[in-house]
Each structure stands twice: as structure tokens, then as C-alpha cells.
């Protein structure tokens, strides 16, 4: 009998390859990636980790139905991790028929495959962006308000669809994962986030201003109601997103669920810096300018329910989350 696989769509991106490093048995993925945001050399600095051979690794794009789908004739996909996606907030205002396009079509053929191939496991890569300017800790039961971009938008309308699926498919076991903040990189500093053009993240701003890439760091905004001004956000090193997916995988159970993955500690944008430049022993220059609009004071994790139903706490610090990200810097800057 064929070995029953697990397909992850963007697998080559930031947080994809990130499960797959992390994984006891790598001989066990599919990739699903059609490289729009990643290189195709990103297959090597994988193969450098964990043994992980070409053949797994599929270059399609998820929302072309037909060509999708031969992943699901050529191999016995059990479980479906759907990373795939544009996400880049700003960019979804500027292109919303674009994010729309692309990440709803991507989960409606995810859905589609998984009824075709009766595929019963579904984790799906959702964001905190879905509660809307909620306040702060945000639990999963609150309702969620109206979204602030299109990006936002396109998780929420994926959740939604993926939670009708479960209520006509009762053997479906799937899982959204509200992300907060994702940040660092593996220790080794083979893989991290690799920004294309300027980015869009803080910590990866931070780390190119540290190499100087970049003269400075813009601070959007110092009065904020918090306790330096700067906004607060949920960090979570990657490493422990990942070990959150293993968990789910490790305890599928049918019905739909929705888990918070964050830290439930917030860091404001001047307490990150300053926490790069201790764990670095470096200096960021700053510089405060105005507010950037869709901003809110503060967004962090009320994590109490996946620690509960499923055990899984984050461990890295502010500290660890510093140090990966320079290592990984420095080793990607020349
Ligand atoms: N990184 C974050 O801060 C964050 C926060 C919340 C949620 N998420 C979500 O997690 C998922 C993974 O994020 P990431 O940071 O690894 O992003 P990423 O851009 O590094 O990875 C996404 C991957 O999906 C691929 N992709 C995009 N559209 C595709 C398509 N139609 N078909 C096939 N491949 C496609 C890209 O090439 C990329 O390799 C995304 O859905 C993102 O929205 C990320």
C-alpha cells in the first residue's frame, strides 16, 4: 500500500519550509509551490536540513485546478497543510482582486481535492488579522469584526468555507491557525525569511538596517496608549509555529477548530529593537515618523485554549527570536 503523505501548499515559503525542517519524517511531504514568492534554491537550503529529494517537490500553482490535482493522482494525500498564499497586507490594498483571487481560489481547490481525494485532515495558515481592531488579548469565541484589508479578508472568507465543508464532510478533522506575529529563523541560518524588495515586517526591516542594507528603521508612530508609545505586537519565533502544526497533526480529532498560535506576551516595536541590539551587542538607528494608517495599539494572543485542549505552549524568547534572525542576516546579506 502507498505511504500516506502530507502535502503542504507553499511549503517552499518562510513558514512552509520552516514545518518541514521541523518534522520527524520529511520522506512523508509533498510541495505544492509555485515559487511566486520564494527560489527555487530554497529546495537546496531545505535538502542541507532534513533528506528531502525533487521528486516531492511540485511546481504548480494551486489555483490551476487540473494541474493541482496531479499531486493528488501521483501520490496518497492524507493530510493537507494550506500555507499558499499572497500576504502582504499593504499589497492586498493596492491589489485586492489579485489577493482575492489568488488565496480564495487556492482554498476552494484545496476543499475540492480533499472531497475528491477524500482527504480528511486539513490544517489551514489563518492570521490574527481576521478579528478586526479587536481589543487585545484576542480569544478565539470573540466575534470577529469587520476586516481592515483585503488580505484579512481573503483568511476570513477561507475560514468560513473551510468551516461549511466540515459541517457537510463530519469525517473532516481541520484546524485554522490564527498566527500573530512570526518572526526569526532556524538556528542553523540556512533557511529564514527571505523579503522580496523592501520589507514588509519589522524584524526583517530590523535585521537588513543591522546589515546595512538600510540606513535606518522607521518608527510609525511613538504615541500610541502603550507603555513606550510604540505599538505591541504577539512575536512567535518560527520554530515554535511550526511545533504548533506537528501538534495538531499529532491529535486529529473531526469538526472544525480554530487555535490561536501566538506567545500571549506583547513587545512594542522600540522593545524589539532594543532587544535586537542587547542579544546582538549592535546598534538600529530609528527614527520616529508618523503613524501608518490600519495600525493598532496593541495585538496579541489569548493562548489559553490551544495550551489547554492540545498542550502546546511556545518556548524561544524575544532573546532567541534576535539572535536566529541576525544569524540568519549575516549569513544571507553578502
Ligand atoms: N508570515 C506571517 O507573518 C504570517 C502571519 C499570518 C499568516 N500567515 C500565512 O501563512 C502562510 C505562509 O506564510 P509565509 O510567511 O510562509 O509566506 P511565504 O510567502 O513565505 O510562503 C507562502 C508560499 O506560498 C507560495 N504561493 C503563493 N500563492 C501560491 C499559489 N497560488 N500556488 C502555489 N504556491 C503559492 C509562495 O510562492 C510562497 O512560497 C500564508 O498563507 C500567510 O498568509 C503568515
Not at 524588495?197 to 538596517?209: A, F, T
Not at 511613538?222 to 504548533?244: C, F, K, M, Q, W
Not at 527614527?287 to 495600525?295: P, Q
Not at 489559553?304 to 549575516?330: M, P, R
Request: glycine share 6%; net charge negative.
Amino acid at each position: 500500500m502507498a505511504q500516506k503523505k502530507i502535502l503542504l501548499t507553499g511549503g517552499l515559503g518562510y513558514i512552509g519550509s520552516h514545518i518541514i525542517a521541523s518534522m520527524e519524517d520529511p520522506s512523508l511531504v509533498v510541495i505544492a509551490d509555485n515559487c511566486s514568492n520564494c527560489d527555487i534554491e530554497q529546495i537546496d537550503r531545505l535538502k542541507q536540513l532534513v533528506a528531502l529529494e525533487r521528486h516531492q517537490v511540485y511546481l504548480v500553482d494551486c489555483t490551476d485546478l487540473n494541474a493541482f490535482e496531479v499531486i493528488f493522482k501521483e501520490n496518497e494525500i492524507d493530510t493537507v497543510i494550506h500555507l499558499a498564499g499572497l500576504k502582504a497586507v499593504g499589497e492586498s490594498v493596492a491589489k485586492p482582486i489579485e489577493y482575492y483571487t489568488n488565496n480564495l481560489n487556492a482554498t476552494l481547490n484545496v476543499l475540492t481535492l480533499c472531497d475528491r481525494y477524500h482527504v480528511n485532515r486539513l490544517i489551514f495558515s489563518s492570521s490574527a488579522t481576521v478579528y478586526g481592531p479587536q481589543v487585545s488579548p484576542m480569544n478565539e469565541s470573540m466575534t470577529l469584526l469587520k476586516t481592515t484589508n483585503p488580505y484579512a479578508e481573503t483568511k476570513a472568507i477561507s475560514e468560513r468555507m473551510i468551516e461549511d465543508y466540515c459541517v457537510v464532510h463530519p469525517e473532516m478533522a481541520a484546524t485554522s491557525l490564527r498566527y500573530f506575529n512570526p518572526v526569526g529563523a532556524h538556528p542553523s541560518g540556512i533557511i529564514g525569511e527571505f523579503p522580496k524588495g523592501i520589507p514588509n515586517n519589522l524584524l526583517p526591516y530590523v535585521q537588513q538596517v543591522a546589515s546595512g542594507k538600510r540606513p535606518w528603521l522607521n518608527v510609525f508612530g511613538n504615541d500610541y496608549e502603550t507603555s513606550d508609545g510604540t505599538p505591541i505586537r504577539d512575536y512567535i519565533h518560527v520554530l515554535d509555529l511550526a511545533s504548533a502544526h506537528l501538534c495538531v497533526l499529532k491529535s486529529p480529532q473531526a469538526g472544525y477548530r480554530i487555535y490561536n498560535v501566538g506567545t500571549g506576551v506583547g513587545t512594542s516595536v522600540l522593545g524589539l529593537v532594543h532587544a535586537f541590539e542587547d542579544a546582538n551587542q549592535l546598534t538600529i538607528k530609528t527614527k520616529i515618523t508618523d503613524r501608518r494608517s490600519g495600525d493598532v495599539a496593541e495585538s496579541t494572543a489569548d493562548v489559553s485554549k490551544i495550551k489547554k485542549e492540545l498542550g502546546w505552549v511556545s518556548h524561544y524568547t524575544i532573546q532567541d527570536i534576535c539572535k536566529d534572525a541576525w544569524n540568519f542576516e549575516q549569513k544571507h546579506s553578502k
